[in-house]
């Protein structure tokens, strides 16, 4: 035991530790609350600024639920980006998706800094269907994006088809005046539609599998 924690400080330490190690990304406050059998959230809090005022950890003010792990140099061992989770997207048949603004989420999905790569303008859906089956995305995976509305033929793309009102997960491909939507399943045919139909969402970054 550090001599200068508690045993509570400790054990967070320890949590944090062994968390960060098995998933690559840190615990949410809740993570800890369960996982170190701690009464409330507010002791959570308490703990990690004791551990945050001796050096063990850091905490990133400006990244939801961030928290790193120092070693005796005060270099970083861990950070994770909280992704918000908006809702559901059809990889099969293209379903509603409300127009959620990335601040309005309560849901969120972790990623590390590596796989954020820097964006700072993620959102994250959850599939729904198998036509991206062959691209290793199936139904219930989650899908992270970046915020864009402009994209290169062939990207994966998340698209709002404005005369269903639906939004769809497909390969994006630009023919004349009209916009191909390709699945990677080869049961299932492309979406043809007017090239003004579409309007893109955002760029596929990585996708989370549902074990």
């Known amino acids: 035991m550090t001599d200068d924690l508690s045993p509570k400080q400790q054990a967070i330490l320890t949590f944090l530790e062994e968390f960060i190690t098995e998933r690559d990304y840190p615990p949410s406050i809740r993570d800890i609350l369960h996982g170190c059998s701690i009464s409330s959230t507010s002791v959570v809090d308490y703990n990690l600024k004791r551990l945050e005022e001796r050096g063990y950890i850091r905490r990133d003010r400006e990244v939801s639920r961030a928290i790193e792990l120092l070693n005796s140099q005060g270099v970083r061992r861990g950070r994770s980006v909280s992704v918000p989770l908006l809702g559901k997207i059809a990889a099969g048949t293209p379903i509603p998706v409300l127009p959620e603004t990335l601040s309005s989420a309560d849901e969120f999905v972790e990623l590390t800094a590596d796989q954020a790569g820097g964006r700072d303008r993620l ?47 497909k390969h994006f491909y630009r023919e004349g005046d009209r916009v191909r939507l390709q699945p990677a399943n080869t049961t299932m045919d492309p979406i043809y539609t007017s090239a003004d139909n579409v309007a893109v969402q955002g760029r596929v970054v990585t996708a989370i599998r549902n074990l």
């Open 123 to 169: 959102f994250a859906l959850r599939v729904e269907g198998t036509s991206m089956i062959d691209a290793l995305i199936d139904d219930g995976d989650i899908v992270v994006f970046e915020a864009t509305q402009t994209c290169d033929d062939g990207d994966m793309v998340a698209v709002w088809l404005r005369d269903e009102e639906e939004t769809t997960l």
